[in-house]
C-alpha cells in the first residue's frame, strides 16, 4: 500500500493548489482525479480576475483565450451600463489552465494519478485509508485528506459533514462555445430578465477569434422539467446569435449558498467547490478555489510540521479562508436573497440608474446600491455589508 | 420507481448529484448513476438537469444503471 502525507481528492484549481502547495514544503502528497484527462470536460464559463492569478498562478499566455476590461450590463428592455473593472480579466482556457496546474503540482513532487476516484475513506487513528478505483492503486494511506471533489461533493459526507444544497442554493447551468459571432471585444456582456434566465443571468464571454462562450444559469428552484437551461439558452441562441455554430456545450452546477460551517475535521479539510465557495451572487469560483487551496494546503504543512491532525489545528484553515474570501461570500448570499426576487421592472429599472454612473467609478456596491435604490431594507444591507 | 439516465444527453456536470437529498446519484468519470435502493422519487434531479437528461423511470423495463 502507497503511504503518503497528505492525498488530495480531485485535481481541479483548488486541488492542484492544494498539492502543489504541500509538495514544495517537501511533504509527499498524491493528487487524485477520478476523470481520465484532468480539465476535461469543462464546467466553467472561464472568467477570472487577474488578481488571483498574480497571486497564485502566474499569468501564462499558453492557457489565456481572452483579456477584458469591464462588463456591459444589460437589462430585459435592452438597456445597458457599463462597468470598467478595477483589474484586468481574464478569459481562460480552463481545460489547458487545469493541466498545467495539476501538472506543476506534479513537476513540484505530487503523485498524479488519473481514473483515481476515491470511492471510500476508512478513517484510522492516525491516518486514513483511502479506497480508489484506479487499477494499481486501490488503496493508499494518508495523514492528512484534502477533499476538492467539486460541485457533486460526494466525500465530505462520507466523514459527517453534509453538502447536499437546497434548491433555492444552486444555479444550474448550460453554456455553448459558440463561433462565428460578433460581440463586444475587450468586454463581458451579462443580461439579467425573468423571461432570459429565471433568478440568475446569461453571459458571453468573449474568447477570441469571434467566439465566445454563451450561457445562462437559472436558480435551482425555478428550473423545470422542460423548462430547463437548455430551453432557456436555446431560445437565447436563436435570438441572439442565430446563425452561431456551436462548437462546444458545457453544462455545470455553480453553488448560490454560504460556504460550508464546516470545512474541516479530524484529519481533513475541504476546498474548492466542494466547500461551497463559489461567489452566491456571481457564480465566480476560480480565485476562492485557489485561494482555498493554498491555505489548506499551508495548514497542512504547519500540522505535519507539528506532528498534529487534530479539528481543532486543522480549524485554522476555515478561519484563514474566512478571513480572506469567506466573509464576501456570506455577504453575498444575504444580498442575493432579495437578488433573485426582482422582477423584470425592477432590473430595468436597475440599469437605467446604473446607466447614469460614471463606468470607472461603477462598482459592485455601487451596482447594488442602485438595484435597491427604493427598498431601505436591503439598501443598508448593502451598506453595512460592504462598508463596515 | 427510481430515475433513469440518459447518457446520451448527459453532460455530467454534477449539478443533480449535488442536490439529491438521498445521496442516490454519483458522477463517475463522465457519467451519473443511480443507486435506485436510495432514490425517493422526489424529482429534484429531473428539475435540476439543465439537459433534460433525468428521466421518470417507465414501470415495467428490466433497468441496468451501470450499462445505461
Known amino acids: 500500500m502507497k503511504y503518503v502525507d497528505v492525498l488530495v481528492a480531485g485535481a481541479g484549481p483548488a486541488g492542484s493548489q492544494a498539492a502543489l502547495t504541500v509538495a514544495q514544503a517537501g511533504y509527499s502528497v498524491a493528487l487524485l482525479e477520478k476523470r481520465p484527462e484532468v480539465g476535461q470536460p469543462v464546467r466553467c464559463a472561464e472568467g477570472v480576475s487577474e488578481k488571483w492569478l498574480l497571486k497564485h498562478t502566474g499569468v501564462e499566455k499558453t492557457w489565456i483565450d481572452a483579456e477584458v476590461k469591464g462588463a456591459v450590463l444589460r437589462s430585459p428592455d435592452g438597456n445597458k451600463a457599463v462597468m470598467e473593472y478595477a483589474e484586468k480579466g481574464y478569459i481562460l482556457n480552463r481545460a489547458r489552465f487545469d493541466r498545467y496546474l495539476a501538472w506543476r503540482a506534479a513537476d513540484s513532487g505530487a503523485f498524479l494519478l488519473t481514473c483515481a476516484a476515491v470511492t471510500k ?34 466525500l465530505a459526507p462520507q466523514l459527517g459533514i453534509p453538502t447536499v444544497l437546497k434548491p433555492h442554493d444552486i444555479e444550474f447551468c448550460l453554456q455553448y462555445t459558440l463561433g462565428g459571432i460578433a460581440y463586444d471585444e475587450g468586454y463581458v456582456e451579462m443580461i439579467g430578465g425573468n423571461e ?22 437559472l436558480l435551482g428552484g425555478r428550473s423545470l422539467p422542460g423548462l430547463n437551461a437548455q430551453f432557456f439558452l436555446d431560445r437565447f441562441v436563436a435570438r441572439r446569435f442565430p446563425d452561431a455554430s456551436i462548437i462546444r456545450t458545457v453544462a455545470g452546477a455553480v453553488s448560490a449558498s454560504e460556504p460550508l460551517n464546516k470545512m474541516c475535521g479530524e484529519g481533513f479539510m475541504i476546498v474548492g467547490d466542494a466547500a461551497r465557495l463559489a461567489n452566491p451572487l456571481t457564480g465566480a469560483g476560480i480565485g476562492n478555489a485557489l485561494e482555498s487551496g493554498t491555505l489548506a494546503g499551508q495548514t497542512a504543512v504547519r500540522a505535519l510540521a507539528a506532528g498534529k491532525r487534530n479539528k481543532e489545528f486543522l480549524e485554522d484553515y476555515q478561519h484563514d479562508l474566512m478571513k480572506s474570501v469567506g466573509h464576501v461570500s456570506k455577504k453575498f448570499y444575504r444580498i442575493k436573497e432579495p437578488f433573485v426576487k426582482f422582477s423584470d421592472t425592477d432590473i430595468n429599472r436597475m440599469i437605467q440608474v446604473a446607466s447614469q454612473i460614471d463606468p470607472s467609478r461603477m462598482t459592485v456596491a455601487g451596482l447594488l446600491e442602485a438595484a435597491f435604490k427604493e427598498n431601505k431594507a436591503v439598501l443598508s444591507l448593502i451598506r453595512k455589508a460592504f462598508f463596515s | 420507481m427510481a430515475v433513469r439516465i440518459d447518457h446520451g444527453r448527459c453532460c455530467s456536470c454534477g449539478g443533480c448529484v449535488a442536490v439529491c437529498p438521498r445521496g442516490a446519484l454519483e458522477l463517475k468519470a463522465l457519467y451519473v448513476i443511480v443507486n435506485e435502493k436510495l432514490c425517493n422519487d422526489c424529482a429534484l434531479c429531473l428539475r435540476a438537469c439543465p439537459v433534460g437528461a433525468i428521466l421518470p423511470e417507465a414501470p415495467g423495463i428490466r433497468r441496468n444503471d451501470e450499462i445505461r
Not at chain 1, 432570459?196 to 444559469?217: M, Q, T
Open chain 1, 121 to 154: 475513506i476508512d478513517p484510522c487513528e492516525e491516518f486514513f485509508i483511502v479506497k480508489t478505483q484506479h487499477s494499481t492503486h486501490q488503496e493508499i494511506r494518508a495523514t492528512l485528506l484534502i477533499l476538492a471533489d467539486g460541485i457533486e461533493s460526494r
Open chain 1, 196 to 217: 432570459i434566465a429565471p433568478g440568475g443571468y446569461a453571459w458571453i464571454f468573449p474568447k477570441g477569434e469571434k467566439k465566445a462562450n454563451v450561457g445562462l444559469g
